[in-house]
C-alpha cells in the first residue's frame, strides 16, 4: 500500500465507528484505488456500507455529521438495486460512500454466480467486493461474499462474451478514420508491426541462423503464435477450435513472409487487416 492510499486508510479506520455505531450496519469496508493500495493525491476515499435494514437519509445524514463531514450530498436508491450514495469531505479529503442492502447483495451474487448474469452494474458489484477491505465485520457476512465470488464461473465467462464482446463494423471503421480518431485502427496496426516483427521477424530468422530448414521455422513461428494467442474463456472444444485456427493464421502468415523475400511488410499489412475486420467476428462466432 503506497503512501497516499495508507493515509487515507487511516481516515477510513477513523471514520468507520461511526458507521458501524448503527445496529443496523452489517459490514463497512474500504474499495477502490485505496482499498487496491495504489491511490494518489487526486484519489478520494470510497467506502461500503452493508445494511441488514435500508438506512434513512437522516441516518446517513447524522453518520456524516458526527464524522464532522462538509459539503455533503446524498442521493437516493437507484434502480431495483437498494443502493445508495453518499459523498463528503473530512479534513479535506474527499469520501464517497456506497451504501448496499445485504438482501440486494446477496441477489446479485446468485444473479451474477448462479445465473451467469452478465449485466455490468452487477459485475462492478463483484469487483467491488473481491477488492474491499474489510473494517467492520462481526458477522463476518463480507468475508462469506468474498469467498463465494473467488470462483468465476465458466458459464458466466461464456456469457459475458456472448452480452459484451462487441465490435465495430467495417463501416464504423472508416468513419473512425475519417473522424481522426484512430486509436482502434492503430492498435490493429501496431499490434500487425509488432508481432509480425517478433513472430517472423525474429524467430524464423533466428531459426534460420540455428540450421532450421523453412518448414520448421513456419510450423515453430505459427506455434509459438498460437501458444501467445491463448483464450482460456470457454469450453475445451472452443478453446481448441481457437487455438487451432490461430495457428492455421500463424503458419499462414509465416508463408507469406516466406514467400515475400522475408520482407515485414506484406505480413504487416495481412496481420493489420485481420486484427481491424476479420478476426472480430470469427472469434465471436464460437458464442453465437
Not at 509480425?196 to 530448414?213: A, C, D, P, S, W
Not at 503464435?225 to 503458419?251: D, I, K, M
Request: glycine letters at 6%; proline letters at 3%; hydrophobic letters at 50%.
Amino acid at each position: 500500500m503506497n503512501e497516499a492510499s495508507t493515509g487515507r486508510f487511516a481516515l477510513a479506520q477513523a471514520v468507520a465507528p461511526y458507521y458501524y455505531a448503527n445496529p443496523k450496519v452489517a459490514a463497512v469496508a474500504v474499495t477502490g484505488s485505496v482499498a487496491r493500495g495504489y491511490a494518489d493525491r487526486f484519489s478520494d476515499l470510497d467506502l461500503a456500507v452493508y445494511w441488514s435494514l435500508a438506512p434513512t437519509d437522516q441516518e446517513r445524514r447524522a453518520i456524516i455529521e458526527r464524522a464532522r463531514g462538509r459539503h455533503v450530498q446524498l442521493l437516493a436508491s437507484y434502480g431495483d438495486e437498494a443502493c445508495w450514495s453518499n459523498s463528503y469531505k473530512v479534513d479535506g479529503f474527499a469520501v464517497d460512500v456506497q451504501h448496499m442492502d445485504v438482501k440486494a447483495t446477496r441477489r446479485i451474487l446468485a444473479d451474477v454466480l448462479e445465473r451467469a448474469d452478465p449485466s455490468l452494474s452487477k459485475q462492478r458489484h463483484l469487483a467491488t467486493l473481491l477488492s474491499a477491505l474489510p473494517l467492520a465485520d462481526s458477522s463476518a457476512v463480507l468475508t462469506a461474499w468474498q469467498s463465494r465470488a473467488q470462483v468465476y464461473p465458466s458459464e458466466l465467462s461464456v456469457a459475458m462474451l456472448r452480452a459484451h464482446l462487441r465490435f465495430l463494423p467495417a463501416w464504423e471503421q472508416e468513419q473512425l478514420a475519417e473522424r481522426n480518431e484512430l486509436l482502434a485502427i492503430g492498435a490493429a496496426v501496431v499490434a500487425g508491426l509488432v508481432e509480425e516483427t517478433i513472430f517472423r521477424g525474429y524467430v524464423m530468422t533466428t531459426l534460420g541462423r540455428m540450421g532450421y530448414g523453412l518448414m520448421v521455422q513456419v510450423l515453430l513461428s505459427g506455434l509459438f503464435f498460437a501458444l501467445v494467442h491463448f483464450y482460456a474463456f470457454a469450453a475445451p472444444l472452443s478453446v481448441l477450435l481457437v487455438q487451432g485456427l490461430t495457428f492455421v493464421l500463424g503458419v499462414a502468415l509465416a508463408i507469406t513472409y516466406a514467400i515475400g523475400k522475408r520482407s515485414l511488410t506484406p505480413v504487416n499489412i495481412s496481420h493489420a487487416l485481420i486484427d481491424v475486420i476479420i478476426e472480430p467476428w470469427l472469434l465471436l462466432g464460437f458464442f453465437q
